[in-house]
């Protein structure tokens, strides 16, 4: 009986398992999948293999409930095209030739064009400890300046805005916040579908809280709120404008908070005073009652949290638009009390890890490149040569695939991500991949788009089956355990990062990297004196114990309380910031880079389609379970105007086509669209090759969610 089948819903009680497959023992783990970070209860047989999964009731995230991804955990480990062994070229092959090849292969490109020209690009969905292992063998053992995530194209706006408003990338909140506030805003951000849990904490709310969702689409969530804003895409901005002048003009601002806390209110009351509402209603695509009725709920409320995820961080000007939200929470006093905050919620189950620990757009827990009194700090931890440690910031992702078009980066080495689907303008990709020289790519499965263009595949072993962190969209770290056995020779990216520096020649440098824990430990210890300073936490055990810690937990000091399992930031009223004080930050808002004409005339949105897919769905689709929980075909939302314009019927067959490319898919005749608006779920590999490679200034994360496209129908 295959694992498989056991695990077919309601196809054997427990008491019906063959002794052999009887769970005898738990152990613990931190779902793999969303930020939320739920806690699982892995139910292991006699020789320590999985064999199910339950919801941890006793961890304080997810309280016992799990979504649809999180009961399906195991199932994507154990399908049957897993990567089994390295493989050069295509041909299978022992890791001592696959190491002597990366080896090789690096070399040589470094030698003829300079470190510079080789690069790595990694992710949000593996552990802190081989994040950090990787940012620091690229950078400090392999020479390598240049190294970006997939984080890049998910959190860098929160990442920007938080910066330069708070002194450092701090999201403020704890769930607790979810339930505590009296006014609950979501903008550009769908909970119900990406993160289950997360709404099902808002659902826990006692004080009947009045829910507002921001979002062009009436989604799952607007549905469930109180009030539907159906701002126009990417008008958020405008938007928070005006409810900053109607706070200013209602006079509901906090003048002691903004007096005692905050730089830079006086030049932004000025700014505002072009923000009279009834002036941008139409760019807003808002009536004055929608507007009014969204601004007396968040003057009147009392604990008013702000949340928002990608339809705000994916903008041309989306950090502007993050500091609205933290500009409008200034104001009116919402931080650093229970149930307030302007709240970025993360994605990736990791995307916090990579945002501090992983070395690419900061220096290991949250340091700086270019300050020499930071290097210096991280080289004396981790007892390296000062000068192993880059002067200069990284490119971003984009730069690093723009340096390929420009013959400047020639060695390319890709960590758990799939860009080949995932990357905005996808064809931008996929041609700079075949100016490489060297291709390296380290996934669980060897078919990945991605993963098919390499010139060398490393087989990765996957969540459950190694050791490690995660910290999720709260600032929680949490313990994930290996519960099963990675598929024939795929090993842990951490053994491979391990392996791979001692075929280097720099395994000396990293003699202290033994394990996951033990770079825990070192990373506890680069922390310090940071605001993320984690010294505080012992080991695995003690995450464990205490059901995840969020940071910061210091070795000493006030902050100094385990035992609490909600810990929120900014509640004495004081920045990171060199003054203290949070800064109001603002700029004029920029039209639609673009804008639907006649041969393009609607608006594509694009986003997530169910709870049950995950992104490229590498992962997902191997699960018939998950599988039924969506539509198998991939569905164009549009509503019923649009349809009769286009001489379209539900049902129908159509190309999506933008100026870069197309993507085929079937109308749905829906009414949660509005008119000129139309919307594709990203997890078909085509929808890429539409979007628009746009980029905002401050953070360079890319816009996916406006572009112009037309539908034609295929005959
Ligand atoms: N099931 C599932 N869950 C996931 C993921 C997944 O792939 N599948 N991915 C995870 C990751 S990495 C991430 S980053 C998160 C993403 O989580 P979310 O950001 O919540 O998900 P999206 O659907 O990408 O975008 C949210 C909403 O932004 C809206 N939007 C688009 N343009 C605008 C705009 O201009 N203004 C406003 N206000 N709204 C706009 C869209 O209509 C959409 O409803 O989800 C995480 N959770
Ligand atoms: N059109 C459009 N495109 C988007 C978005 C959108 O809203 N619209 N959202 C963007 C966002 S927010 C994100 S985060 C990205 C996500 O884009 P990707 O990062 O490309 O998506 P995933 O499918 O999560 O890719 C993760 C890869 O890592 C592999 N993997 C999983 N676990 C492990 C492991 O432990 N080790 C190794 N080595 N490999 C592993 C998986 O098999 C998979 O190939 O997509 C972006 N793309
Ligand atoms: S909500 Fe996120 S963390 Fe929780 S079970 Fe679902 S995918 Fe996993
Ligand atoms: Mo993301």
Not at 298 to 318: D, F, L, P
């Amino acid at each position: 009986m295959t694992r498989e089948l056991l695990r077919e819903p309601g196809r054997f009680g427990l008491g019906q398992l063959p002794t052999s497959l009887k769970p005898v023992s738990v152990a613990k783990a931190i779902c793999g999948f969303c930020a939320t970070g739920c806690g699982l209860k892995v139910h292991l047989d006699s020789q320590g293999q999985a064999i199910n999964v339950t919801p941890d009731p006793e961890y304080p995230v997810n309280l016992g409930m799990a979504c649809p991804k999180g009961w399906e955990a195991l199932t994507p480990l154990w399908s049957d095209d897993r990567g089994t062994t390295p493989m050069v070229s295509g041909k299978a092959v022992g890791w001592g030739e696959a190491l002597g090849v990366f080896c090789d292969r690096f070399k040589e490109v470094q030698a003829k064009h300079g470190a510079r020209s080789t690069a790595f690009l990694s992710t949000g969905q593996i552990m802190v400890e081989e994040m950090a292992f990787l940012g620091s063998l690229a950078k400090f053992g392999m020479g390598m300046i240049h190294g970006d995530g997939n984080t890049r194209q998910c959190m860098a706006t929160a990442v920007t805005a938080y910066k330069q408003s708070f002194g450092f990338d701090a999201p403020p909140f704890t769930y607790a916040d979810f339930e505590e506030s009296d006014v609950l805003v979501f903008v550009g951000s769908n909970p119900a579908i990406a993160h289950p849990i997360m709404w099902q904490r808002v659902e826990r709310n006692r004080n009947s809280p009045e829910i507002i969702v921001i979002d062009p689409r009436m989604t799952e969530t607007a549905m469930a709120g109180t009030l539907h804003v159906p701002i126009a895409p990417k008008m958020d901005i405008v938007l928070l404008y005006c409810l900053a002048h109607e706070m200013l003009k209602r006079c509901v601002v906090d003048r002691e908070f903004v007096e005692k806390s905050t730089a830079g209110f006086e030049a932004f009351c000025e700014f505002l005073e072009d923000y009279e509402p009834s002036k941008h209603l139409l760019m807003m695509g808002l009536t004055m009652e929608v507007f009014e009725r969204c601004a007396d709920l968040i003057a009147k409320g009392k604990r008013v949290s702000m949340w928002w995820t990608m339809g705000v961080n994916q903008g041309h000007q989306a950090t502007r638009t993050a500091q609205a939200i933290i500009n409008l929470c200034l104001m009116t006093g919402n931080i650093g009390r229970p149930g307030t905050g302007p709240n970025s919620i993360t994605g990736q189950c990791n995307a916090m890890g990579s945002r501090l620990f992983s070395n690419t757009t900061c220096l290991l827990g949250g340091h700086d490149f270019t300050k020499d009194e930071d290097r210096m700090k991280v080289a004396g931890v981790l007892g390296i040569p000062e000068e192993r440690i880059p002067k200069e910031n990284s490119w971003a992702y984009d730069q690093i695939i723009q340096g390929i078009h420009d013959g400047k980066i020639k060695g390319l080495w890709m960590i758990a991500t799939n860009p080949g689907h995932s990357w905005i303008n996808q064809k931008s990709f996929t041609d700079a991949v075949k100016k490489l020289e060297f291709f390296v790519v380290q996934d669980m499965y060897s078919n990945t788009e991605t993963a098919k263009l390499a010139h060398l595949y490393l087989p990765a072993a996957a969540w459950g089956e190694k050791d490690g962190t995660f910290i999720n969209a709260e600032r929680r770290f949490g313990v994930s355990r290996k519960v099963s056995k990675a598929p024939g020779q795929a090993l842990a990216d951490f053994s491979i990062f391990r392996l791979i520096a001692d075929g280097w020649g720099c395994g000396e440098m990293f003699r202290e990297w033994t394990s996951p824990e033990a770079v825990f430990r070192l990373m506890t210890r680069v922390s310090r004196g940071q605001p993320c300073d984690i010294s505080g936490i012992e080991g695995f055990d003690m995450l464990e114990v205490c059901g995840g810690i969020q940071w910061p937990l210091a070795e000493s000091g006030p902050k100094r309380d385990a035992k609490r399992t909600e810990r929120r930031l900014f509640e004495d009223g004081r920045f990171y910031t060199p003054t203290g004080k949070a800064n109001f930050i603002f700029e004029e808002p920029k039209g639609l880079p673009e804008v639907p004409d006649e041969h393009f005339p609607l608006l594509l949105i694009t986003g997530r389609g169910s709870s049950a897919q995950w992104h490229t769905e590498t992962r997902t689709k191997k699960s018939a379970l998950l599988r039924k929980l969506h539509s198998d075909r991939l569905l164009l939302d549009m509503n019923s105007e649009d349809l009769v314009g286009q001489g379209l019927d539900d049902g129908d067959r159509v190309r999506v086509v933008s100026k870069r490319g197309e993507v085929e898919a079937w109308v749905r005749e829906t009414s949660t669209m509005r008119r000129g608006q139309v919307f594709l779920p990203m997890h078909d590999p085509d929808v890429n090759k539409v979007t628009l490679g746009v980029f905002d200034p401050e953070s360079r994360q890319p816009g996916y969610k406006a572009c112009a496209v037309k539908v034609e129908k295929v005959s």
